[in-house]
């Protein structure tokens, strides 16, 4: 069955940085988009970024644009997220999600695949 797997998430202080990263398995991961969602305690489930099959395109929310970066790859069915001058904000469980649909995906809906999470907190 398929299992995406996150990895690298913790305590963190403003400013600082973290790597998430998300292993695949059960799937051809060439063959999905994937993408990085958070939810914040007592808040519904947020977009982080996205990229697609290749590599070749990515999206960003506006809040983690140019302090985020996701990439991926193929060879080793494995996502990542790095995260720069991280934010209190920022806190949230940061969830790994790959879809079907092999450009960039915005919409939580349009993933097919999740991971269990991992949590991220940043102390101010």
């Known amino acids: 069955q398929v299992q995406l797997v996150e990895s690298g998430g913790g305590l963190v202080q403003a400013g600082g940085s973290l790597r998430l990263s998300c292993a695949a398995s059960?799937?051809?991961?060439?063959?999905?988009?994937m993408g990085w969602l958070r939810q914040a305690p007592g808040k519904g489930r947020e977009f982080v970024a996205t990229?697609?099959?290749?590599?070749?395109?990515?999206y960003y929310a506006d809040s983690v644009k140019g302090r985020f970066t996701i990439s991926r790859d193929n060879a080793k069915n494995t996502v990542y997220l790095q995260m720069n001058s991280l934010k209190p904000e920022d806190t949230a469980v940061y969830y790994c999600?790959?879809?079907?649909?092999?450009?960039?995906?915005?919409?939580?809906?349009?993933?097919?695949?999740w991971g269990h999470g991992t949590q991220v907190t940043v102390s101010s």
């Open positions: 999600a790959a879809s079907r649909i092999l450009s960039t995906v915005r919409t939580s809906g349009e993933y097919d695949y």
């Open positions: 059960g799937l051809t991961f060439s063959s999905y988009a």
């Open positions: 990229i697609n099959w290749s590599g070749g395109s990515t």
